[in-house]
């Protein structure tokens, strides 16, 4: 591995710029760095997921693995140009959504989010990855950016979803449904 950050602290983003990995300066509010922020968000948002303890191995390996895909995919979005999401990946997010969608009881109603510590914090998840698909999007009004970037976090704010309800149960939690026209 190449150069590796030895201090952390530059007092180059002081004047409101950053720097994207090609060495372009940029406003810290420009749309790419609203993208890439919120993705590392996401990430952050399935490491609390993942702090919770107990979890089953199978989902751990899973969000694990996305994380390190969000890296990648915040690196796509943080060099323009630079090309790390496949459609490879975008195909995993579907298998494991199948996979683990399949047993679950089908949904007429919506649910709220919740569930238990780990379902409640893969929901947080869920809603940060919806976030920084919308921010993908905008920076695709202005940039080009790969489709598979915003598919990829299509299907995995998809998968979050699902996730979380294998959770519920996991948890012994349980799935609150959402009521039409209910008072306080």
Sequence with gaps: ?????????????????????????????????????????????????????????DIIELLTGIQHDLFD???????PGYRAVTSQMVDALEQALDRLNEPLPALKEFILPGGGPAAAACHLARTITRRAEREVWRLTESETVAPEVAQYLNRLSDLLFVIARVLARHENGHEVLWKRNRTV
């Excluded at 201090?7 to 720097?19: A, P, Q, V």
């Excluded at 372009?24 to 919120?38: L, M, Q, S």
């Excluded at 995919?73 to 060099?79: K, Q, S, Y």
């Design 1 to 57: 591995m190449g150069h590796r950050l030895s201090k952390i602290y530059t007092r180059t983003g002081d004047d409101g710029t950053t720097g994207l990995g090609d060495g372009t300066r940029v406003p810290k509010t420009h749309a790419r760095i609203e993208a890439y922020g919120a993705v590392d968000e996401a990430n952050s948002a399935i490491g609390m997921t993942l702090a919770v303890a107990g979890l089953p191995t």
């Design 73 to 79: 995919l915040g690196g796509e979005l943080a060099v």
